[in-house]
């Protein structure tokens, strides 16, 4: 049995040479391993960093991990009497402001603000939401 088993084995490894296949290569010699195939499909990880002046928010996003090519997303949550009203995804750069001004601003006064930054990969690989401080608008 072990005789014919080689046998087939050394023909196939002659079929593949005759047609230009060569050698069969050795198990993971220059193949993709599980922990690479696991690294390329893990989503990033977001992170969110803002600052304030009497008039204006300013936050900066960024992302490390998953495949590389990321598209910025912010969305805003707003806190009014009670409510909690958060705006959907929209595409944007790493940098992003806003007035925190109501009567410019045309948001009812006295409301409070945060900010929230996710990117998505090329490949579709959404990230943590990162979540900005919460600024309180007059």
Known sequence: MKSTLRSISL?????L?????GAPQQ???GLPTLEDSH???VAPTASISCS???TDITCIGGATGGSPLYRSQWSRTMYFDGEVLN????????????????PTSGNPPGYS????????TAAQE?????TGPLYACE
């Open 17 to 21: 040479m005759a047609c230009g296949e």
């Open 39 to 41: 690294a390329a499909l």
């Open 126 to 130: 959404v990230s943590n939401v990162a």
């Open 113 to 120: 603000i945060r900010f929230r930054y996710r990117v998505v």
């Open 87 to 102: 705006s959907p995804w929209g595409d944007g750069s790493a940098t992003y402001s806003e007035s925190c001004v109501t």
């Open 52 to 54: 304030s002046t009497s």
């Open 27 to 29: 198990e993971g010699a």
């Open 11 to 15: 023909m196939a490894t002659s079929l």
